[in-house]
């Protein structure tokens, strides 16, 4: 059964840190780019990160130089660090999977296949 569980959200206040996982079972993970999304109640899903399986790394303009998405191919899952968080980042986090012959860098949502159920990250001011 392929599977995504993301982990690690919660409450801070702004300017802390969270860090998400995303462990991946039921496929090949190293054979997948993987992608960090978010959704904030009454807007639409939007990209936040997204690597390959050789560490190339992109993110969105909001959260550059605040976050850090990495994953550890040997134990199948995926990282989000999230620094400097601010009232805005408060949204439902999502892990995703686009095999590697997808446009995986231009973190658009139907580029991917595989989605978890979401962890929620609430930054109060």
């Known amino acids: 059964q392929v599977q995504l569980m993301e982990s690690g959200g919660g409450s801070v206040q702004s300017g802390g840190s969270l860090r998400l996982s995303c462990a991946a079972s039921?496929?090949?993970?190293?054979?997948?780019?993987m992608g960090w999304f978010r959704q904030a109640p009454g807007k639409e899903r939007e990209g936040v990160a997204a690597?390959?399986?050789?560490?190339?790394?992109i993110y969105a303009d909001s959260v550059k130089g605040r976050f850090t998405i990495s994953r550890d191919n040997a134990e199948n899952t995926l990282y989000l660090q999230m620094n400097s968080l601010k009232p805005e980042d408060t949204a439902m986090y999502y892990c995703?999977?686009?095999?590697?012959?997808?446009?995986?860098?231009?973190?658009?949502?139907?580029?991917?296949?595989?989605w978890g159920q979401g962890t929620q990250v609430t930054v109060s001011s």
């Open positions: 039921g496929y090949t993970y190293s054979s997948y780019c």
């Open positions: 995703a999977a686009a095999p590697r012959y997808r446009q995986w860098w231009l973190l658009r949502i139907y580029e991917y296949d595989i």
């Open positions: 690597t390959d399986n050789a560490g190339s790394a």
